[in-house]
């Protein structure tokens, strides 16, 4: 499978972005998908999930009430809208399909795409 992450960018304090992360190679209505970012020195740490049918959407502490996982399966895309960004948001992004294991930890997930960078200014 692939993952193509896009839609980061500058963004002011308070402002809004929405990722998108679209899928190819395999089916993904049937995948469990995920947010990751990893801001620099720092390690990658998950951001929020989303089931296969959309039916549960953990989220980190940290974005709860700011962040909202969705999906299209029918375009093969998950996305991440973000509203009212802060500076420790700044990272660059990930969305992978996960595999085996819990939700917050990257080495449950199989597929990564290729980051796409987020940077929020104060």
């Known amino acids: 499978v692939q993952l193509q992450a896009s839609g980061g960018g500058l963004v002011q304090a308070g402002g809004s972005l929405r990722l998108s992360c679209a899928a190819s190679g395999r089916t993904f209505s049937g995948d469990a998908m995920g947010w990751f970012r990893q801001a620099p020195g720092k390690e990658r740490e998950f951001v929020a999930g989303i089931s296969s049918d959309g039916g549960w959407t953990p989220y980190a502490d940290s974005v709860k009430g700011r962040f909202t996982i969705s999906r299209d399966n029918a375009k093969n895309t998950v996305y991440l809208q973000m509203n009212n960004l802060k500076p420790e948001d700044t990272a660059v992004y990930y969305c992978?399909?996960?595999?085996?294991?819990?939700?917050?930890?990257?080495?449950?997930?199989?597929?990564w795409g290729q980051g796409t960078l987020v940077t929020v200014s104060s």
């Open positions: 992978a399909r996960k595999n085996v294991g819990s939700w917050y930890f990257p080495n449950a997930y199989n597929y």
